[in-house]
């Protein structure tokens, strides 16, 4: 016991310094929950709505971008950064992400599970938020998991690091779902003894939800009708696992789909013009190439992988040249990471698609800036360097494109909330607590604690 | 044990006297620790019927009144126990700790899949669309399944003596009740049968098979329940508006039914809640139906909330385990290495001092712990990690019975509280010290020698979980 106690002692005085600096503390909080105000200068803007600009500067007040060009001043007391040799862009937003969510991304007893939903669960504390952040990333979209034909409901999250979870969303984003179609709906059928269990059981289950949504409506509809004519009658039962499917009818939940095969994706298609709704984005649509017109047609973003393919039979079919195509066909097309890790490094692939397929920087830059926030619908006050969209972006410290490119300082909302510098100075106390938990001392501590 | 408590009731019935015909003990030349008030010295404690009747160095004891001479030795309130399953068969005690084998797991859910393909076809809508959970084990009253052990001995001598009980598996684990831990019989033991409802937002299978598999998929079903209860509730408004004529009854579901007193504030909401995360997510989702101000069980992030429970005025039943947050519960934290586990059992221990700084009202829970004997032991970590000493004795005794709601009942030796005492030599908290006797419900009790707390004790059967 004594032991144990010494061991304990040490591991305070080791693990104070670092874990001060791996979450903020309440008052650097506090500090960065407001929108901040600073004056970025003189720095090569890529802005993803209008082409590269040199030697300019971005004035931001309120977390806003309220001037964009060469020279400009900043009151007195504004924080500035010199961005003399250095990129900006717009923060990344990585449009397809599980990160941070708390006690399983899959809702996979029943086919259906869109009464789940990520914003109960998101983790604010997850260290995940931070790696990302240190990759330019500011927003991400997280979704519940691939295994029921409709999944649950979406977050847009910002990775406000130190902040708690409502402080974090996305401040009037539209509501969105996961959909899935294929291999993984399908092989969760049997562990869970449900149904279906092949990709026409796949159709057929969205079909169902679908006319019971209908079906659901209109009882309410009725309710609210004989309720309007005075008459005396009991309510409805609430269906959350049919509220947000009435939601896409109403066109207030936006669909995004994980799908690989270009046939399960026209399926999805003709189910979506059956019922008129909108699909918002068909999610890795690895063979996306092969129905460009399609989906052109019905206005849908494909949200897809820079160069992932074969990893399943479902992706055999894929290619390195699938967002190019879309993107030289008018589709908009964006690159998100599925992970945790990649996540960190998506402007790398977002490179790989010039290098792949022949795209302007600006089309790249969008994959991973734009075309994710028109995805999500909110490009309307983020995803590009415009006046009068959120201060969120990442200062490089070169072409975010080139091989050794890496983040210097993530903002969001004119915050700083990611910095290499200060970042690097932290590093020092990890060293230090690395020591410290060498071999022996860690056996002797497994000894001593068992016996609590 | 049953037989020695029926020896000891036939002694005091035999020299009952008038003031109180059933039985009447004192303790005398203790020192008591009254917790509510001063430590008294050479002092008395009288009890009649179960009840404490004077405290004091002037007590008057009754002439029939059997006395313990407790010259040297020290009285204490019995500890009252924020949480735990004590007095529940195993089975229902067992709750996420005891999880079946693979072989059963998978035998259950091939009879379950079985059945389910007999009863409703598997690929008919109502499976997917409207799935039935697990976990919604709201109607359950605990009351109703109370089953004195045998083992109960070994907890009173721990020095635990009162609790709040219920279920430990489910989402909606059913209604606790307050009961003091002796018998002879169930009804006996009960203190408040109905002590509100205890709720879990975690996967009712541990992450099974069945609905729910995830915590969002709780959280879900913990949402539709209560709407589900909601609109019972307002079925019941329109049908006795309507002169309770010209509609059908309304559905009284019994899981939905036992939920209404919970959204009419007449009934009690504990939170089953560890971590940092669950903590918020259950403050939020009490809200969401403006339960009434939730308890916390567990709680062993508790101190990173505090602004939260703060605004929420929410109170606390820190679990003594100091178990890092969900360890082997396979959500999300499992796994740490041994470093990160001792350093979450630090921050845990200093849980306890951070609340009381605070202003937070905390009591402890022996829920969790896998030795019911190291309860003080525990208590010493805390009281190592900044919790003073009368904080202690107040969020062993006090406290938590005021958080269950009988603060006039249990928690403190005062005339008029029910006759919980622990009699021990040394000073329990602060020195060497063990249990000698035990009044429980004003019963005198020897404490049993191989009973007595000590390190690395009897894990078999003190285990809980």
Known sequence: ?452 | MKIASALLLAAACATAAAQCPHNSYAIKNATVITVSGSRLTGASVVMCNGVITAVGADAAIPADAEVLDATGLTVYPGFVDGFSQYGLPEERAAGRGARPDGAEVAAAQAREIAATLDGIPVNDPRRYLDPQPEGVESDRRTAELLDPPATLQAVRDSGVLASLVAPADGIFKGEAALVNLVGPDAPAMLIQPRAGQVIELRPAGGGGDGYPASVMGAVAVYRQTLLDARRLQTEIGIYQKAGEKGLPPPHYDPKTSALIPLLEHQQAAYFVASDWDAILRALKLADEFHLTTPTIIGATEADKAIPQLQAAHAAVLVSLSFAPAAAGGGFGRGGASPEVQARQRQAAEAVPAALAKAGVTFGFATYGMTARQQVVEQVKAAMRRGLSEADAWKALTLWPAQIVGAGNQLGSIETGKIANLVVASGDPLTGDSSNQWIVADGRLLPVHPAERPARGGDRAAGGNQ
Not at chain 1, 13 to 38: C, E, F, H
Not at chain 1, 72 to 91: C, E, H, N, Q, S
Not at chain 1, 98 to 111: K, L, M, Q, Y
Not at chain 1, 223 to 249: C, D, F, K, S
């Open chain 1, 1 to 452: 016991m004594n032991r144990c106690f010494r061991y304990a002692a040490l591991l305070t005085l080791a693990a104070l310094p670092l874990a001060a600096q791996a979450y903020p503390t309440p008052q650097q909080a506090a500090g960065l929950a407001a929108p901040g105000d600073m004056l970025i200068s003189n720095a090569t803007v890529l802005t993803a709505s209008h082409g590269r600009l040199e030697n300019t500067s971005i004035l931001v007040r309120a977390g806003k971008i309220t001037a964009i060009g060469p020279k400009l001043t900043a009151p007195a007391g504004t924080p500035v950064i010199d961005g003399t040799g250095k990129f900006v862009i717009p923060g990344i937003i990585d449009e397809h992400s599980h990160t941070a969510v708390d006690g399983g991304v899959n809702e996979g007893a029943p086919s259906v599970s869109a009464m789940a939903r990520i914003k109960d669960v998101i983790n604010p504390h997850d260290i995940n938020i931070y790696r990302q952040l240190a990759g330019g990333v500011t927003i991400i979209h997280i979704f519940h998991g691939s295994a029921n034909e409709i999944g649950g409901e979406d977050a847009v999250v910002r990775l406000k690091w130190g902040l708690p979870v409502d402080e974090m969303l996305y401040p009037n984003a539209p509501q969105g779902i996961k959909f899935a179609l294929g291999e993984n709906p399908k092989q969760t059928a049997n562990p869970h003894g449900r149904y279906p269990a092949t990709r026409q059981g796949v159709d057929d289950a969205i079909r169902t939800a679908f006319i019971a949504a209908q079906e659901y409506k209109k009882r309410w509809d009725d309710y609210h009708a004989a309720v309007a004519r005075g008459e005396t009658v009991y309510p409805p039962r609430t269906n959350l696992n049919l509220e947000p499917i009435v939601g896409i009818l109403e066109g207030k939940v936006l669909v995004h789909s994980h799908s690989y095969v270009s046939a399960e994706m026209q399926g999805l298609i003709d189910i979506s013009d059956e019922f008129h709704f909108h699909i918002a984005t068909l999610e890795h649509c690895l063979e996306a190439y092969k129905i460009v017109n399609e989906i052109k047609a019905h206005n849908i973003g494909c949200s897809t992988f820079a160069d992932d393919w074969s990893y399943k039979m479902e992706a055999l079919d894929g290619i390195a040249y699938n967002a190019a195509l879309l993107e030289h066909k008018g589709v908009r097309a964006a690159i998100n990471s599925d992970s945790d890790e990649r996540a960190r490094r998506l402007y790398q692939d977002a490179a790989k698609v010039i290098h792949y397929g022949d795209v302007t920087e600006e089309q790249a830059l969008q994959t991973i800036t734009l075309n994710p926030a028109w995805m999500l619908g909110i490009d309307k006050t983020v995803g590009s360097i415009d006046v009068g969209k959120d201060a969120d972006l990442a200062i490089f410290n070169g072409d975010p494109f080139g091989p050794s490119a890496l983040v210097e300082k993530t903002i969001i909302d004119g915050r700083v909330f990611f910095d290499r510098a200060q970042d690097l100075a932290n590093r020092k106390p990890v060293a230090m607590y690395e020591q410290l938990f060498k071999p022996p001392l860690s056996l002797g501590l497994a000894d001593d604690g068992g016996g609590q």
